[in-house]
Structure formats: C-alpha cells, structure tokens
C-alpha cells in the first residue's frame, strides 16, 4: 500500500505558500540615461511597478551626493492581499491561463498565480485553465515514464498540486474522486525516482527523501485504497 511507504516529513515544507520562480524586474520599465536627482530633491511618487516589491533599481546609483533619508532604508510598503492581486495582474503572469497547456513539466509551478488570481476572484476562466494544465502536465509525465520508466519531480509539484485540488473542489471544478486526478497523483507517486536513476527511493534526512514523502504521504491519504503498483 503506499501508505507504507509514505515518509515522517513535514507537509508544510512544500504546501505552506505560493513560491513564484520569475522576477517581476523583466517588467520594469527602469528609465534609462535619466538625470540624478539634486541633493534634496524630493523622491518621485512610488508606484505598484517600480519599488513596491522591488525596491527603487537605482537608489545606490548616486549614493554620495543623494540625501540619505531618500536612498535608505527601503520604504516598508504593507503588503496585502489586495496589493499581492494587484501585482499578479501586473507582472504578467495571469498571461499563462491563455495557453495553458504549453508548460509542459512547469505547469504546476507556472500557473500558481494563476491560481491564487482564482482563489480570489473566482473567474472560472482562471480555473478551469489550471485544471486544463494539470491534465497537460500529466500527459508530460506519462511520457516521461514510459521514455525513462520513472520521472524525478521530487520537490515542490505534488504540494502545488494539492492547492489545485483545494481551490478546484471548492469551486466544483473537480471532485474529491475525480478519476483523471486521482491517476495524475498516483502516477506521480508510484514513478517518481528522486535521484533520476533506477533506484526508486531515497531515504535520510534530506530534500530529495522529503519530496518523496511529501508524493507518498498525499497519494496515501487522498487514495487509501490504492496499490503500489499500477492498477
């Protein structure tokens, strides 16, 4: 049973958050060649783009002569949940949901704001986009699988992808047996190698035998009826 092999790691050391692997700096429109600002000049207005999340690009730029109560410390801007959805919209990673299936391995991964632009607005659209990727994302490990005989997606997918199944069941959009998902996750358990060799597990205190606990543990729980192998 694949409970028996599930690991005693910790769940929320992948599942806790939304982790986003793209820089919102590829969409600043920094200025280029603009002059520096006198000693006491007051700091331009900030705005959503340039310093809420990043940080003024060039306030060390002309750190001798600049007054220091405008270059340092960083403005501490709150960041809420309304300011979070407004940088979504912004950095321009909603964009995903237009072609959802071209992620490939990186569909959980990419379309995490996606998601959370749906768990707060609820657009269906912005849903059933994230359930199109999964099923895409599946058909790349299918193949993967049957090209290697195993696939070594060992960190963050299988939590990521129970946020999906957290925010999709609560808008009707999968069931809690939805049969294509449930063998997305066993496929995902039973085949993954977290050392891209034919070794199938990988036990000890480390990143690579949590990942695979974490695969194990959520295939287990979500299906405990299901074997280790193929049905």
């Known amino acids: 049973m694949l409970v028996g ?3 005693k790691s910790s769940l929320f050391f992948f599942v806790t958050g939304i982790a986003f692997f793209t820089s919102p700096l590829a969409a600043i429109d920094a200025e280029q060649g603009a002059a520096s600002p006198a000693p006491n000049a007051q700091p331009a207005p900030m705005t959503l783009s340039r310093e809420l999340y990043t940080g003024d690009l060039n306030r060390s730029a002309d750190f001798r002569t600049a007054n220091p109560q405008h270059v340092s ?13 407004k940088w979504l919209q912004f950095s321009g990673q909603l964009r995903y949901a237009d072609n959802p299936t071209a992620r490939g391995q990186y ?4 379309l995490l704001p996606v998601l959370a632009e749906f ?8 849903g059933e986009a994230c359930v199109e990727m999964l099923k895409a994302f599946h058909l790349w490990l299918q193949k993967e699988v049957a090209q290697k005989g195993w696939h070594q997606l060992f960190c963050q997918e299988l939590g990521y992808i129970g946020l999906y199944r957290e925010y999709l069941m609560k808008a009707g959009l999968i069931t809690q047996d939805e049969p294509w998902f449930r ?7 039973r085949h ?21 606990g974490v695969a194990k ?7 405990p009826g299901a074997s280790e192998e193929d049905d």
């Open 107 to 110: 569909g959980p991964r990419h």
């Open 119 to 126: 768990a707060v607005s609820g657009d269906r659209r912005h």
């Open 5 to 7: 092999h599930a690991r």
């Open 217 to 223: 543990r959520l295939a287990a729980e979500w299906y």
């Open 183 to 189: 063998e997305l996750v066993l496929d995902f358990a």
């Open 73 to 85: 410390p960083i403005p501490q801007l709150p960041v809420t949940r309304a300011t979070y959805q």
């Open 192 to 212: 993954l190698h977290p050392w891209n060799s034919p070794q199938f597990d990988w036990r000890g205190p480390m990143h690579r035998a949590q990942g695979e």
